[in-house]
């Protein structure tokens, strides 16, 4: 079953993801991504709202914490996990200049 679901996660990202460049260890590969900006966050206490934005990578790419993106739309810091379901990741990301 579980190649099943690594299956629709890579075409998940086939068909919303871009490909960009990870940056990881001085190391780099071309990997799918996809990127959503602005995207509302709560805090912990559900007291605030605050906007990120969001990378979504497989979790085969073995981002870390820390690696840079190097996407179209600019290049990215890859600066916390948001989520992992095993198969997909999500990191806010952070512009870099």
């Not at 919303?16 to 071309?30: C, N, R």
């Not at 989520?83 to 806010?92: P, V």
Request: proline letters at 2%.
């Amino acid at each position: 079953m579980n190649g099943a679901f690594e299956r629709l996660a890579k075409s998940v990202l086939n068909r919303l993801g871009q490909d960009a460049l990870l940056v990881s260890g001085g190391q780099s590969k071309t990997v799918r991504v996809n990127l959503e900006f602005g995207v509302q966050m709560h805090g912990p206490y559900d007291d605030a709202v605050f906007e990120r934005d969001i990378a979504t990578l497989a979790v085969a790419d073995s981002a870390r914490t820390g690696d840079l993106l190097q996407h179209p739309l600019g290049h990215f810091v890859l600066d916390g996990v948001l989520n992992s379901n095993g198969y997909l990741q999500r990191f806010t990301v952070q512009r870099r200049s």
